[in-house]
T-cell receptor, first 118, second 109 residues
Framework: SAVISQKPSRDICQRGTSLTIQCQVD?????MFWYRQQPGQSLTLIAT?????????ESGFVIDKFPISRPNLTFSTLTVSNMSPEDSSIYLC???????????????FGQGTRLTVV | KQEVTQIPAALSVPEGENLVLNCSFT??????LQWFRQDPGKGLTSLLL?????REQTSGRLNASLDKSSGRSTLYIAASQPGDSATYLC????????FGAGTRLTVKP
């Protein structure tokens, strides 16, 4: 298993500002992902954080709005840039090991960052 | 693109009842399926992981089944308790993970 520490756990931010969320894992992991969960909704994948290269973004998410860093196999950051009230969500970091057959093994999640933009 | 559907969206039962939550997915080419629990405003806690080659997994009062060919999974909760009240999410994994919208379960004392 993997233990994930995500910081901050919550924040209230002014519109137009940026917030960087940190995700620290207690072991080296192959896959790291960032998700958004809007109020009352399920999880939507923002991007896959790739170690040593640019993140892979899902449709509807762009690097200028959600820049991601992954300097090593245990750490990643997600920045929510130029925030608006529509960015108010829970942001979740997830990790998974690669499976022998390819694809993902079991996934683990941090406790999330509850962001409110006012 | 993989689509994951969970039925029902919400469920309210009296304490002690056995219940079944359903998950369906459109693309059977998955590596595994995972059931999670989410308490309000919190992250996700992994409950059960079923590999694509497996038919079911059990943990305590929870039993999850997988029928990959028909694109279905069920989560069975035996002898439900008020502490089981939460949202239950299923997710299917290939090279990434896709989630259903969840079933919000309320177990009344």
């Amino acid at each position: 298993s993997a233990v994930i520490s995500q910081k901050p756990s919550r924040d209230i931010c002014q519109r137009g500002t940026s917030l960087t969320i940190q995700c620290q894992v207690d072991s080296q992991v192959t896959m790291m992902f960032w998700y958004r969960q809007q109020p009352g909704q399920s999880l939507t994948l923002i991007a896959t954080a790739n170690q040593g290269s640019e993140a892979t973004y899902e449709s509807g998410f762009v690097i200028d709005k959600f820049p991601i860093s992954r300097p090593n196999l245990t750490f990643s950051t997600l920045t929510v840039s130029n925030m608006s009230p529509e960015d108010s969500s829970i942001y979740l970091c997830s990790v998974a090991l690669g499976s022998v057959a390819g694809g993902l093994s079991e996934a683990f999640f941090g406790q999330g960052t509850r962001l409110t933009v006012v | 693109k993989q689509e994951v559907t969970q039925i029902p969206a919400a469920l309210s039962v009296p304490e002690g009842e056995n219940l079944v939550l359903n998950c369906s997915f459109t693309d059977s080419a998955i590596y595994n399926l995972q059931w999670f629990r989410q308490d309000p405003g919190k992250g996700l806690t992994s409950l059960l992981l079923i590999q694509s080659s497996q038919r079911e997994q059990t943990s305590g009062r929870l039993n999850a089944s997988l029928d990959k060919s028909s694109g279905r999974s069920t989560l069975y909760i035996a002898a439900s308790q008020p502490g089981d009240s939460a949202t239950y999410l299923c997710a299917v994994a290939n090279n990434d993970m896709r989630f259903g919208a969840g079933t919000r379960l309320t177990v009344k004392p």
